[in-house]
């Protein structure tokens, strides 16, 4: 009997991205975004990365291992991942492992050396395209790059066929298809669907599953003091808005009226009434 697929997907902890915007504090002279009341929540690109690995798994039978890494990440965010369908979790708790602190690279580095020193064999790693906090869409594609696997981006839809993988890669006018051997990692777009949701019995259930919890020191990792990536300022955008009504007494009126407007203020080059 064959062994069963090694899936590891790889998830971050985020303030809850749905949050009010008066939630968020923007400190420039630290260059912090710091949140108050906000609830922690998966990045919802990562929730669809593990989708798709619980699809692949009801398919075609695997095993499938969550990673993450941060500081004090919450109990109850990573017990969802275990309860809607996986198999295991591999957590990295160091006090180094907070936002302001690690950049992209030192990020995808911990999480390589997370994988290589506890998952025995992997055959797919599964990442989301960026992060709801950062949005810089760079973990995934160094990851694959550190553990020496191809790296296929965007994925929307994928199938596994006799040792290898067929997906289909977002483009901005279609898709591509495109083809790689076992093992490969895939950053997966939100095409593949929302996160299911886990029953009660299951959030139950998943407190009982294995878990492990490393340190940095665990792993032999440094990270040092300096970043790959140098922030030099961080600042709100100006917004800048303004209203103007426009009336009439009837509709077409109001909607000739807003197309002078409009032409006036050089929005459109002209119109036909």
């Given at each position: 009997?064959?062994?069963?697929?090694?899936?590891?997907?790889?998830?971050?902890?985020?303030?809850?991205?749905?949050?009010?915007?008066?939630?968020?504090?923007?400190?420039?002279?630290?260059?912090?975004?710091?949140?108050?009341?906000?609830?922690?929540?998966?990045?919802?690109?990562?929730?669809?990365?593990?989708?798709?690995?619980?699809?692949?798994?009801?398919?075609?039978?695997?095993?499938?291992?969550?990673?993450?890494?941060?500081?004090?990440?919450?109990?109850?965010?990573?017990?969802?991942?275990?309860?809607?369908?996986?198999?295991?979790?591999?957590?990295?708790?160091?006090?180094?492992?907070?936002?302001?602190?690690?950049?992209?690279?030192?990020?995808?580095?911990?999480?390589?050396?997370?994988?290589?020193?506890?998952?025995?064999?992997?055959?797919?790693?599964?990442?989301?395209?960026?992060?709801?906090?950062?949005?810089?869409?760079?973990?995934?594609?160094?990851?694959?790059?550190?553990?020496?696997?191809?790296?296929?981006?965007?994925?929307?839809?994928?199938?596994?066929?006799?040792?290898?993988?067929?997906?289909?890669?977002?483009?901005?006018?279609?898709?591509?298809?495109?083809?790689?051997?076992?093992?490969?990692?895939?950053?997966?777009?939100?095409?593949?669907?929302?996160?299911?949701?886990?029953?009660?019995?299951?959030?139950?259930?998943?407190?009982?599953?294995?878990?492990?919890?490393v340190s940095l020191a665990d792993l032999g990792v440094d990270l040092g003091s300096e970043k790959s990536v140098d922030l030099v300022s961080l600042e709100l955008p100006d917004r800048e808005r303004r209203c103007q009504m426009v009336e009439?007494?009837?509709?077409?009126?109001?909607?000739?009226?807003?197309?002078?407007?409009?032409?006036?203020?050089?929005?459109?080059?002209?119109?036909?009434?």
């Open positions: 009997m064959s062994e069963p697929l090694q899936i590891v997907v790889c998830v971050k902890q985020v303030p809850d991205p749905e949050s009010p915007p008066s939630s968020f504090t923007l400190d420039s002279s630290e260059m912090r975004v710091t949140c108050s009341g906000v609830p922690p929540v998966l990045s919802p690109f990562d929730e669809n990365a593990l989708e798709l690995a619980i699809a692949l798994k009801e398919l075609h039978g695997a095993e499938v291992t969550i990673v993450s890494a941060g500081r004090g990440l919450s109990k109850a965010v990573l017990l969802k991942a275990l309860a809607v369908g996986a198999d295991k979790m591999l957590v990295v708790d160091d006090e180094v492992l907070t936002r302001d602190k690690v950049d992209s690279r030192q990020t995808a580095l911990v999480l390589a050396s997370a994988i290589r020193d506890n998952v025995e064999k992997y055959d797919l790693v599964l990442t989301g395209i960026q992060a709801a906090d950062t949005n810089a869409g760079q973990v995934g594609h160094l990851l694959g790059c550190m553990l020496g696997i191809p790296v296929l981006s965007l994925v929307r839809k994928a199938e596994l066929s006799d040792g290898a993988i067929r997906v289909e890669r977002v483009l901005p006018d279609g898709y591509e298809v495109m083809e790689a051997g076992l093992p490969v990692l895939l950053t997966v777009s939100h095409e593949v669907g929302e996160l299911r949701y886990p029953s009660l019995v299951a959030i139950k259930g998943a407190k009982g599953l294995p878990q492990t919890t009439a007494d009837e509709p077409e009126l109001a909607g000739a009226a807003l197309a002078a407007k409009l032409v006036e203020d050089k929005k459109l080059t002209g119109f036909v009434h």
